[in-house]
């Protein structure tokens, strides 16, 4: 199997449950478009809801590049509640792994995401957010590419 998601335009549906320290887990449900542009660039934009709770909904918009004849990349991230955020990108055989970085934040937020490939059109993700050292959130999410 080749990577459908991030490497070809698509419309993704998400589902899955968000995890903070110290609290129970709280469902959500959300979107994802990935758009190519000429000269391996990408814009991705996500948007999560947390139906029946008070969260606040989350929202990220990704520009990033794929590097000639490379399985990295890197991106830049604007996250409505992290603010400024840098990243990079592996393509592995049977995930995607990213790791990001905010900037020029005091509490030294940093996070991970890694996507694993279950089908061409189904993704599962596992992801953490942390501060300094320390786990303050996490979220998993099954993916389903939505038909053109």
Known sequence: MTHTFLLEPGRWIMQGSWLERNGMPISFKGMTLVVWNRDNWFSMATKLVF?????????????????????????????????????EGWICPDTI???YWVLGDRERRSGFETLHQVSDDNYYLTSGILAGH??????EASLARQPT
């Open 97 to 99: 792994v990213q790791r």
């Open 134 to 139: 320390f786990l303050t959130s996490t979220m």
């Open 51 to 87: 139906p029946g709770s008070d969260r606040s909904e989350i929202s990220c918009q990704y520009k990033g590049r794929l590097h000639d004849g490379d399985r990295q990349y890197t991106f830049l991230l604007q996250h409505n509640l992290l603010g400024q955020v840098e990243g």
